[in-house]
């Protein structure tokens, strides 16, 4: 039996007397693509946020590679993030640096590499995401889905076995959102492992090997997504599917 790359167990988190995300479990095998559907406050993003522990989930573990996570050891959960890449809806880059510069920071500061060798790790990453030309350029001279590149860039150089994307294509324009999901296509095809969160069907359904339908904070139904988008076994995975095809149409 293939050991998971990623399993969470019974995740949940309250704010106050709020649940936003109870007993989400699931595991995610080698060059799965998951992806996280459903309305907004579904908890889609608190659960990314509780696999990386930018927020402490209040119940539930996580297994990476077989071995339990432990949170409350700070060496073990910094080597734990620099294994559970993540990338957000605003980018998150450095303003006063350049493409180049945002890339090989953590490179510099978390794995300790030489500058010089870190440079040119980041050179390669951003060619790879097809921002060769656009090295010294500053956040506010780029496209917004060139800053995503540059943000992809920066998670692929820290050597990761799993990713997070966080609706990636949210704060892009339509005619940009192309782009970022042709790095994200061409992730998928090298064998990267990801969960996304994403209201693209059409792009979801093309490459996901699972979706995820979340409500409430809970995990609804999950399958394959033909399953889920033609054949799902529970109404509201049915009438949402049905209102966000609509909504988004089939454009892959």
Partial sequence: ???????IENLSKRYGSRAVLTGASFSVNKGDLKILIGPSG???STLLQCINFLVQPDEGRIWLDGEEVRPGHRRALCTYRQ???MIFQDFNLFDHLN????VRIGLVRVKGIARDEAGERAVRELTRVGLRDHLQKYPAQLSGG???????ARALAMDPKVMLLDEPTSALDPELIGEVHSVIREMGQGGMTMIMATHQIGFARSLASEIIFMEDGRIVEQGAPDRIFCHAENARTREFCSKITELYGETR
Avoid: C, D, H, Y
């Fill in 42 to 44: 579904a908890g889609k």
């Fill in 1 to 7: 039996m293939t050991t998971p790359v990623l399993r």
């Fill in 146 to 152: 060139q800053k995503q590149r540059v943000s992809i």
């Fill in 83 to 85: 294994k559970v890449g």
């Fill in 99 to 102: 493409a180049l510069e945002n």
